[in-house]
């Protein structure tokens, strides 16, 4: 059997196994990825009936995260992630996987009335920790969350004073939230040390710039702020966040990267003890975009940052695709690029990302 054989028919599998006979439903959200390996790995969201998971203690209306795999030999696992079902909808799913560390992480958006939360479920070795990234007080509602892969070399001494270059895998969280204000908000986790669910700092995106103040939502289209975002800057760890502050009414993109020379583990080494906490640099800031009310909240909006730390915002309707960019003074004015038989909204994406990654 060659290769593309297993791999289809091993997507085949995986999404049998993990969605049953309800794969093709609307409101089940699922995510694959493949690893280095050849194996494939999804993760979906929905309720327990829809998911074809329901019965052992879990309820049809239940709604759970289902996690499975398929190796290349065909060995498949799966099942409901242990401790995450409830009667909270989830959404805004995503799937990511460590190599270095083996560790696969599923992130969800976990709905309520009252408040509402991120989630994550952290798998290595066959158990799972789940995690929450706590909100601000003040009813919190959270939006739109993305995370980020990243790797780092860092360099630290031995008891010996030997050199130690270790990998560091950083996963960056990032999403608006609103509560007693409405801001963007950033986590960090550390997949090659051991995870403390309860010891993950959060941090205020604005505070970190230095603005603090009201942040009022009046006249300001949801599209324009509401979709934080995280990139990669190149090979040596080092992350870009791009955010709108509404009490200054800036975007800004912020450099965030982590020291990479700790010397020795100690409670002494101050350096050693500060490893997790980001230094941050503005790199670029400017007005908020000027993107018009109907992207607002029908459609989300996507970053990319460019040369010279200039982000491009991109949105689709269905029809068509927009985009804004900043040029370093100001934003440019909405433009389109209309779908058609000759130009599909993959091709468009990869036009716009081309040309934002170019300027």
Known sequence: MTVRSVLRLGLALLLAVALGSAAARGDVLKKTLLTTDGTLYTAATGTASDLNVAGNGLAAGDYTVVFASVAQDGTQSGGPIPGVSNSSPKTSLDLTFDEPTGTVVVLWREENFVLNKIR?????????????????????????????????TVHS?????????????????????????????YASLFLDETIDPAGIDVYDLPELVGDVGPTPLD???????AFPSLQAEGPDGAILASFADLASDKNYVVRLTYPADVGLPSADNMTWLRRRIPVVGIASSGSIAAISAFSADSVSVHTVIGASYKPTLYWTDGVALYYVRFDGAAWSSVRTITFSADLTYDQAVGLVVAMAQRN
């Open 219 to 225: 006249g300001v289209p949801r599209g324009a702020y």
């Open 157 to 185: 001494l031995d008891a010996n004073g030997g050199d130690v270059y270790t990998n560091r895998s950083v996963l960056s969280v990032i999403w608006w939230e609103e509560a007693h204000f409405a801001q963007a908000r």
């Open 120 to 152: 994550l479920a952290i798998g290595r070795s066959g158990s799972w920790t789940i995690a929450d990234l706590l909100p601000n007080v003040g009813f919190p509602h959270a939006y739109n969350p993305q995370m980020l892969l990243t790797h780092q």
